[in-house]
Each structure stands twice: as structure tokens, then as C-alpha cells.
């Protein structure tokens, strides 16, 4: 094929307006407006909520873009093929059967179409500015951008029922959201197939050079196969920008759509198993798992298939050739399967100890005051340091054989490629190729196994992004995703306890058994017993947070787990013996993070708590930052503001475990005030206490022994048998507290 000067013309005109259509385009697609920003520093502003913007990565103009851009270097290769290859003389042989009626149909309608386009553009579509003319066609459907539209989601539907037709079987989540994504996996397959056809440009340049332009002395067909090439790899540039922009977004809606499912396993897990392994390695897995498919390393998987596609059109030169790079391929092949045998274990161990030593870092930085206090930092650094040594160890395994075997494959490369050039050499010494053959085919041959090699290269990614799929997908299959049940009305009457048995998350030994009593609306229960009696634990079951492995709770009647947790969420006010706050402001903190909280209830709740006063006195009031579990504020303060957003909205239940461990003696006053109040408006108040003082103000009084209830009545009674009156004996007299003493 010779270019003539006039086909050249033409090639620049249909580059240029190319360019010019696709940056028109680009610029039509552009955002007009940004975004306004989020003002800060307004009293309880909730975020605020965006439409979920959902879309094909890939459109069905962009897939036929692709198929018009394969047609055309389809032709080209098939034209550059040498004279003698076994592709010429299958094209021969075809020939001699007559074409069918329809293909001769769209052969005279592409010769008319060419013919109109030649009247209106007053340039000659020849063949070859014809296929040309129908590859910039493919590339500008490909890569101009299309509108994309806003899914609205209306404000007041629920978010049970919009996220019921996503729901999936437990585990099946990230293979649920990688299917979502298979039409955007198509679009990477056919981009990958045709940057694997545009990566014989190079190969096919320097055949067309040594075999064409040499031998005629054409500089008008010299400028010409320039000018396709260069074109060409712009083609192959834009294209493979497009498959990598692709997987990002593929990685990203697969984050989106199991997110959420992690956040709450995150959340689930320590209520299920107890603090067992690291907490935070779920979200690390779904971190991998999308860093992998943003990488180059899922390219490889998409090219690896193309590697016969290769080997065919090198076999096509001469099957000495062929059977040369399948030798090498099949070597290649065997070093990437060797890589997997050894690599396994190591990886999965060197996964086990980063995880051990994540958590003693974890453990160490918490309890970073006791280590100082006590002189523990060293011997927990030797620990530290012992598990970290086992880490890299593993990690330099696993690192040895990947690279090593990386480097062998990419020197067998080379040495392969070096190999197709003597075999070449030898062929053409014998008349069997021509020179051109020589460069294409050693080009060809690095190409074809440049798969293996990157798959070899990126292989201990793919090894972790398998071992993350694999932990995730265990873990959501553990923690099937709630369903909600149907809300129930507010409660309003009584609290049973109905012969209740609790045992720590992931533990089968019982830790409180056989507690049953009924409490109703406004009355006030005091929680007494030595340390390790099983009072927290009994309080965390009584709000929902641990489940009784024996036994029911009931709110009128109604078991705990027959409300839905959120809903649940608003008649319970609890606060922990082990206060913990979250890093935000203080009034966001007291209404539970609420979007859109009301202020007027934030302050409410502040009031009733006692520390309105406390608050306003901070720099910046109720939008005072309190830092990462409220290390901004002193241990009193944080408990009061706890307790604060315990009584937030009034809700019926309320549990207190030593509310009074860190308060003076306004703040004790002011605890008491509270509980009044609770009692006054119809609520329940449970308080777990050591200080005899605070029960002034409850009704009933239930000791607790070895996990058992030891005795329950009014709180006078109770408070008389465990501290009787002193025998009447002056000689030995001693001060008496105003209040019993109770068990410690």
C-alpha cells in the first residue's frame, strides 16, 4: 500500500476536525457551576444529603466506538501481513467463494456512503482515508463523554425500603457489587483488545519499513505509515486512559456499595466475638481490594487471554517462529504458577503477624499514660519488636520470590526476544523471511508474554487483594446484614426482665444468671454488689448492647430484638461506666450525631443533666471541638456531658452506670435532680453505684452476688439488712457514717 500526496491531505483534515470535535465535546460535557461550600460553626448542622449518582462506566456508543476502531486496524494488519504469511493464502482461498448477496449489499452501500462524503468534503476518500475515516469515527464515539443523569431520591422514603433491592445473601456482597459492574468489565475487555491490536503498531511499522519503504524509496509512503502510526498511538494512549480511568471507578462503586456492610460489621463484631483480632482490618481489606483494581495488575488478567492472539500472527510469519515463542510462553507460564505455590503460605502468615502487631501498637497507644507511669513501655517494646521481626521476615519472603522470579522472567523475556532475532536471522540466511520479519517478530514476541511478566510483577497485590476478598467475604457471612422489623409505638409502661443469663460476647461462660423483676413507668432502681458481680454486664444486656444468652428483656412486652435498633435507640439513654465520646463538637456529641438536631432539646437535655452552665462557660459553647474522645475536656465534664446525652429527648429508659465516679459535689446534686425529674415525667431509671449517697433517690435497691441477684426490694429495707444498727455499748464508742456502707 502507497500513500499518495493527496491522502496525506486528507489525513490531516480528518485528524484535524477530530481533535476539534473532541475537544468541543469535552468542553460541552464540563461541570458549569461548582459545588457551594459547607459553612461551619452553625449550632447543630446536620450534613447534608446528596442524590446517589449511579452509572454505566461504559455506553453502548462507546462499545460500537470500539468495534468501528477494530475494523479498520483489523484491515491494516491484514494488509501489512507479508506476502507468503498463512494469512494471505487463507484470504486466497476464500476468495475464490463468491461473496454473499448481503455482503455484496454493504460493500456497494460503504463505496456509495464513501462517494457522497467525497462530493461534500472535495476530498478523495481512497481506501485507506476511508478505513481511516472509520477509525476516527470509532475513537471519537469512544471518548467523547455523554450527559450523565441525576438520579433523585426522594427525601421521605426510608432507607430500609430503598436498600431492600440491594440486599444480598450474607458473603455475596462483593461479588453481588463486582457483578453490578460487568458491563464495565465488558468495556475494559473490549479497550484491552483493542490496545492489544494497537500494540502491533510498532511491529507492523518496521515491517512495512524494512520490507516497503526501503526497497521502493517512497518518502510520500514513509510520511504516510508515520503519520497512521503516530496516530495510532495516540489512539492506544486515549485508550488505555480510558481503561484505567474505568477500573478506578470500578474500585470506587464496589467501595460504595460494601461500605456500609463493613461499617456496620466494624460496628457489630466486638457485641458478637468480643475484641478479638483487629478491629479495623475489615476496612483495611476493602482498602486493598480497591488499591488493586486501581492498579495496573487487573490489566494483566485482561491481556494474559490475547497471548495466543500473539503467537498466531507470529506463527503466521513462520511456524519456526511460532513454535519459539510458545517454548517461551509455556516457561513464562510455569514461573507465574511456581510464584503462586510459593508464595501462599508466607503471605497468609505475614498477613497474621501484621495484625498482631498492629495490636499491641494499638494497645500500647491507648494505654500510652499506664506504660509511662508503670515503666511497661520496654517490655511491651520487645514484644512489639518480636512480632514485627516475625512480620518482615514473612514479608521478605514473599518479597524474595516475587522478585527474583520477577527478574528471571524478565531476563527469559529478553533473552526470548534476542532468541526470535537469531531464528529470524537464520530464516532469512535460508530465504525463508524477509528482514522485516526479524524486528516484528521479536517485537511481537515481547509483547506477548509482557502479560505474564506484569502478572508476576503485581502478583503479591493480587495475593493480598485474594486474601482480603476472602476475609471479607467470611466476615459478612458472619454478620448477615439486620433486617429491620416493623417499629413498634414508643414505650410508655414497664421494663420485665424475665429470667435473664449473660455471657461476654464470644464466650460461653455466664457471667449473670437468673435475674427477673418488672419494673414500671416512674420508678427508680439501684444496682449494688462487690466489684466483678456482673452489674455491668448485667446493664449492657438490660440496653441492648450484649444479648442475653438466656432469657428476655421487654419494654411493654416486647422483646428487645423485636425493635428496630435505630428506633430502639431513642427510648434508651445510657451511660457507661467508661465514658467515650467522639470527636466533634459539644452539641453534636449530646444529640447522638442527629442530622438536622433540634436545639432546643440539646439544651434541654444539658439543663436536666446540669451542665448548661458548664458549657457556656467553654470558649466557643455548644460548638466547642472536644478533640478524639473528648481529651479537650476533664473527666467530670466529659461524664456530665455523657449524661447529657443520656436524657436527650427523654427517653423512657434510662441506665446509668457510676454516673458519679468522677463528679463533685454539685455534680452528685445535680445527678439527683435528674433522676427526680426521669421518675416525674413516667421514665425508669436503672443506676449501677458503689456511693450509697446517689440512692437516695430510687425507689427499689437490688443487691447483686457472684453474678446472681441476691436480694430486690424498696430501697430502705435493703440498705437496713445491709448495715444493721450497732449493739448499744458505750464503752467502745466510735463515729458512725451518716450513710451505710455498702459492699465494695
Given at each position: ?577 467508661d465514658v467515650e465520646l467522639f470527636s466533634g463538637t459539644v452539641a453534636t456529641n449530646i444529640a447522638r450525631f ?151
Amino acid at each position: 500500500m502507497v500513500f499518495s500526496d493527496h491522502s496525506i491531505t486528507g489525513i490531516l483534515t480528518f485528524l484535524a476536525g477530530a481533535a476539534f470535535v473532541l475537544a468541543a465535546s469535552h468542553r460541552r460535557a464540563a461541570p458549569r457551576h461548582k459545588a457551594a461550600p459547607m459553612k461551619h460553626g452553625q449550632l447543630l448542622r446536620g450534613p447534608r444529603h446528596r442524590s446517589s449518582r449511579r452509572h454505566s462506566a461504559v455506553t453502548s456508543w462507546q462499545v460500537a466506538g470500539a468495534i468501528l476502531f477494530m475494523l479498520p486496524l483489523l484491515r491494516f494488519a491484514f494488509e501489512f501481513l507479508p506476502a507468503n504469511s498463512a494469512w494471505k493464502s487463507a484470504r486466497s482461498a476464500f476468495a475464490v467463494a463468491p461473496w454473499p448477496a448481503w455482503m455484496e449489499s454493504l460493500t456497494a452501500s460503504a463505496a456509495s456512503v464513501r462517494d457522497q462524503l467525497t462530493k461534500l468534503t472535495g476530498v478523495a476518500l481512497d481506501g485507506p482515508l476511508f478505513w481511516l475515516a472509520v477509525a476516527v469515527l470509532g475513537l471519537m464515539l469512544m471518548v467523547v463523554p455523554r450527559r450523565r443523569r441525576r438520579r433523585r431520591v426522594s427525601a421521605n422514603t426510608p432507607a430500609a425500603t430503598f436498600s431492600a433491592t440491594q440486599r444480598r445473601a450474607p458473603g455475596t456482597e462483593l461479588a453481588g457489587a463486582l457483578r453490578s459492574c460487568r458491563g464495565a468489565l465488558a468495556g475494559v475487555a473490549i479497550f484491552s483488545g483493542v490496545s492489544n491490536i494497537l500494540m502491533l503498531n510498532g511491529a507492523i511499522f518496521m515491517l512495512q519499513v524494512y520490507d516497503r519503504v526501503l526497497p521502493s524509496r517512497s518518502v510520500p509512503t514513509l510520511i504516510g505509515l508515520s503519520m497512521l502510526a503516530a496516530a495510532l498511538f495516540l489512539g492506544q494512549a486515549v485508550i488505555d486512559l480510558l481503561r484505567g480511568r474505568i477500573m478506578t471507578r470500578i474500585g470506587a462503586e464496589l467501595d460504595e456499595c460494601v461500605s456500609g456492610r463493613v461499617f456496620s460489621a466494624i460496628a457489630r463484631l466486638p457485641l458478637l466475638v468480643g475484641h478479638q483480632g483487629e478491629g479495623l482490618q475489615p476496612q483495611r481489606d476493602l482498602d486493598s481490594i480497591r488499591t488493586f483494581l486501581a492498579s495496573p495488575g487487573p490489566n494483566a488478567l485482561f491481556e494474559l487471554p490475547w497471548l495466543p492472539f500473539y503467537i498466531a500472527i507470529i506463527w503466521s510469519f513462520h511456524p519456526i517462529l511460532g513454535l519459539t515463542a510458545i517454548g517461551g510462553a509455556i516457561v513464562l507460564v510455569a514461573l507465574t504458577i511456581t510464584t503462586e505455590m510459593l508464595t501462599r503460605k508466607p503471605a497468609s502468615a505475614a498477613t497474621s503477624s501484621g495484625i498482631r502487631r498492629n495490636n499491641l501498637a494499638e494497645a500500647s497507644r491507648r494505654n500510652a499514660e499506664v506504660l509511662a507511669a508503670m515503666g511497661m513501655r520496654r517490655r511491651l517494646h520487645e514484644q512489639w519488636q518480636e512480632t514485627s521481626r516475625e512480620h518482615i521476615a514473612q514479608q521478605q519472603r514473599v518479597s524474595d520470590v516475587v522478585g527474583g522470579l520477577g527478574s528471571l522472567s524478565r531476563a527469559l523475556r529478553l533473552m526470548l526476544q534476542s532468541a526470535m532475532l537469531g531464528v529470524g536471522a537464520w530464516l532469512v540466511i535460508h530465504g525463508e523471511a524477509t528482514a522485516g520479519v526479524i524486528i516484528a517478530g521479536s517485537i511481537l514476541a515481547g509483547r506477548a508474554l509482557a502479560p505474564v511478566d506484569l502478572a508476576i510483577a503485581h502478583w503479591r497485590n493480587f495475593i493480598s487483594a485474594r486474601q482480603s476478598w476472602r476475609r471479607l467475604s467470611q466476615l459478612l457471612s458472619r454478620l448477615p446484614d439486620e433486617v429491620g422489623p416493623m417499629a413498634l409505638p414508643a414505650p410508655r409502661s414497664s421494663l420485665t426482665v424475665d429470667r435473664v443469663a449473660v455471657s461476654a460476647p464470644g464466650t460461653q461462660r455466664l457471667i449473670v444468671q437468673g435475674i427477673e423483676f418488672n419494673l414500671s413507668a416512674g420508678v427508680g432502681l439501684g444496682v449494688i454488689g462487690a466489684s466483678g458481680s456482673g452489674k455491668s454486664t448485667f446493664v449492657r444486656a438490660l440496653v441492648g448492647a450484649w444479648r442475653p444468652t438466656i432469657g428476655r428483656i421487654k419494654l411493654d412486652g416486647a422483646a428487645l430484638d423485636q425493635w428496630p435498633q435505630d428506633h430502639l435507640g431513642r427510648y434508651i439513654g445510657y451511660l457507661p461506666q467508661d465514658v467515650e465520646l467522639f470527636s466533634g463538637t459539644v452539641a453534636t456529641n449530646i444529640a447522638r450525631f442527629e442530622p438536622a438536631a433540634d436545639a432546643e432539646a440539646v439544651v434541654a437535655a444539658a439543663r436536666a443533666a446540669g451542665v448548661h452552665d458548664l458549657i457556656v462557660s467553654l470558649p466557643n459553647g455548644y460548638e466547642t471541638q472536644i478533640g478524639e474522645g473528648g481529651t479537650a475536656l476533664s473527666a467530670g465534664q466529659r461524664q456530665r456531658i455523657a449524661l447529657a446525652r443520656a436524657l436527650y429527648r427523654d427517653p423512657f429508659l434510662i441506665v446509668l452506670d457510676e454516673p458519679n465516679s468522677n463528679l463533685d459535689a454539685d455534680g452528685e446534686s445535680a445527678l439527683g435532680e435528674a433522676i427526680k425529674r426521669i421518675k416525674a415525667r413516667g421514665g425508669i431509671v436503672v443506676i449501677v453505684t458503689h456511693r450509697p449517697n446517689i440512692l437516695a433517690a430510687v425507689d427499689l435497691v437490688m443487691e447483686m452476688k457472684e453474678g446472681q441477684m441476691q436480694t430486690l426490694g424498696p430501697r430502705e429495707r435493703v440498705l437496713s439488712k445491709l448495715s444493721p444498727p450497732q449493739p448499744a455499748n458505750t464503752d467502745f464508742l466510735r463515729p458512725v457514717a451518716i450513710h451505710p456502707k455498702l459492699p465494695n
